[in-house]
Structure formats: C-alpha cells, structure tokens
C-alpha cells in the first residue's frame, strides 16, 4: 500500500475493497454528522458507491490519516480527505476535509490540508476551493471554526455570490395543497425515473451544461455522455432520480426539467437537484410548474419523504422566489474558499 508518514501521522489512500479502513471511515463520516445540524445524516450505501463513481469528468483522490502508533494510538483512521480534479480546471476541490471531534486543533487538520495541496500541485493544479458553511442572518447557529481553519492555512473568501441551502419540511408545509399548477397552452409534461430516456438524453446534457443558456441554433450533438455518466454515478451510489419535463409542443424540444434524487439509507430525505428552463422559454412559470410536479411524482413514490433540502446561488432570486413560495427556508450559506497551492505550507 502506498503509506507515507508525516507529522506524526500515516496517510494511505482510501481503497474501496480495503474494507477495514472503509468502515472506520464510515465511522468517522457518522461521528462528525453533527457538525452540521440538521444536515442529511451521510448514508453508508451512498458513501461506499462514492469510491468507485465520480462524479462525471472528475477525478477523486480520497485519503485517510492515522495516528502512526508511537503516541499510544490504536492506529485507527483519525482524519480523511477527498480531493476533486474536474477534467481540465486549474483548481482542485477539497469535498471532504475531516478530522475525528475528539482530536481537533491538534495539527491533523492542517496535515491533511498540505497533503491536499501537495496531490493538486501534483496534478498540475493551481490553487485549492472548498466550501465552508456560514450562518445566516437570523438562521441557525452554525461553527465558526472552519472559516477560521480556512484563513489560517492562507485561504481566502471568494468576492462572488455565496449558495443559499433551503430545507421544506413537508410536516410543516404542504406545496401541493393547491395542487399542480395548469401546464401552459403549447406545452406537456413528461417524467421518468433514474435513467433518461434517449429521446431525452442529448437535451437533458445540454440543457444541464449550459444551464438552459445556449441558444437552440447553436447547440451541438454533444451526445448524451454526460447525462449518461451521471446515471452511471447515481445508480452506482444506489440512488434513486425523478424528473419531471417539459415539451414544447410546436418544435417537440425538451424546454426545461427538474430533477430530485435520494440516497438508500435515508427514506425521510430527498434532494432537489437542477432545475432549469431553456432561456426561449422563461417567463411562463414552468420552473414553479416542474418543481410542484415532481414533488407529486415523487411523493406517489417515496411516501416517506418530509425534508427536500436545495441550494442556489444567492443571486438567482428567481429561482429562491419559487422555493420560498413552495416553502422552503433558508438555513445557511455555502461560501467558497481559495487558497493557492502552496500558500498554506
């Protein structure tokens, strides 16, 4: 296995059919569940798939730390990283940075932020991103800690809009107690499961990548291997999607759709993913039309749904508009942190 020590401490990379290091991972993903109140508790079905499914056109390198024994410790994992490399980008993602709760501010943190920063470097990338969790004004109390830890190893706030992460609770508030809206003359909604139907598949990909910006005339068959890279993702994590879309009529195009998706091991949660309207087609109310719709589709399905979560740049009023009036709340804020490789050693 390819260990190496440093500061007191044996990183090793994090294998999938290493099974005895997986679970003690698990262990630490369930023990720092509460840094985040309220936040989805992590699925062990979901975080195994992890490790063998990225996400489309990235690269995971996920390590674990432990204590390399000669302080008394039994050798198990005390710290973990996941590090993304999206294909072609010059920052590298830090998706997960975890030190165990009872062995915080000791220095592993830290450890594991150089080891970062030595694995970007490494794959010819220039600076480090991570997202920190901070409160809302009048929203919950969320730990300060983290941004502090990302300002002392030389991160720096982003200047761009933060994410808004909204949470429905379905036990407080029905969206659907007035039904689905009416579909527009000239338009018809369609749904399927986890996997697109190929008639869908290409729109689905651009619609997705250009976030319903690229004009119809300027599209191009860019095929449906991001659609279908996604899917392989999904179901290799043992999730489940529902989507609902809408066709226009006159030109038979796919104009928009929404999509939620849940893990297996949590029943009460779901996710609301994208939503999105191509630019030709905005000013008809179809995102509101496309997320009510799937709430319906997706309650026939999963009856034990009561908490959607969701996220959107702090700028899409818009779109923040259509999930307070379905009742969702905002929580907290998602802000970006970047550091340059290096500047943190």
Request: aromatic share 6%.
């Amino acid at each position: 296995m390819n260990d190496d020590r440093t500061h007191g401490l044996r990183f090793s990379p994090l294998a999938a059919d290493d099974e005895t290091t997986v679970v003690q991972w698990l262990r630490l993903l369930d023990d720092s569940a509460g840094d985040v109140p309220g936040a989805a508790p992590p699925c062990a079905v979901d975080m195994r798939g992890s490790l063998r499914f990225p996400p489309p056109a990235t690269k995971l390198e996920d390590w674990v730390v432990r204590h390399d024994g000669s302080d008394g410790q039994d050798g198990r994992v005390v710290g973990a990283l996941r590090l993304a490399l999206p294909d072609g980008a010059d920052v590298a993602r830090v998706d997960q940075l975890l030190v165990a709760p009872g062995l915080r501010r000791r220095g592993i943190g830290r450890a594991l932020y150089e080891r970062a920063a030595g694995i970007a470097a490494g794959h010819g990338r220039s600076a480090l991103a991570a997202t920190v969790v901070e409160a809302l004004p009048g929203g919950p109390a969320r730990d300060a800690g983290p941004a502090v830890f990302a300002a002392a190893v030389g991160a720096s706030r982003a200047s761009g809009p933060a994410g808004v992460h909204q949470w429905l609770d379905l036990g407080a508030h029905d969206p659907l107690a007035a039904g689905v809206p009416e579909v527009p003359e000239g338009y018809s909604l369609v749904t399927w499961g986890t996997i697109t139907p190929d008639e869908y598949a290409v729109r689905v990909s651009v619609l997705e990548q250009s976030l319903g910006d690229k004009a119809f005339d300027e599209e191009q068959e860019v095929g449906t291997s991001y659609a279908r890279e996604f899917e392989t993702m999904r179901v290799g994590r043992g999730r489940r999607a529902y989507h609902t879309g809408v066709v226009h009529g006159a030109s038979g195009r796919l104009a928009g759709y929404t999509s939620v998706s849940k893990t297996t091991g949590n029943p009460e949660y779901a996710l609301q993913g994208m939503t999105v309207v191509h630019r030709a087609h905005r000013g008809h109310r179809l995102g509101r039309l496309l997320k009510l719709a799937n709430l319906e589709y997706v309650l026939r399905h999963e009856p034990g749904v009561r908490l959607v979560e969701t996220a959107n740049a702090e700028d899409n009023s818009a779109m923040i508009a259509v999930n307070a009036a379905m009742g969702f709340v905002p929580y907290e804020r998602w802000v970006s942190w970047t550091g340059l490789v290096g500047s943190g050693g």
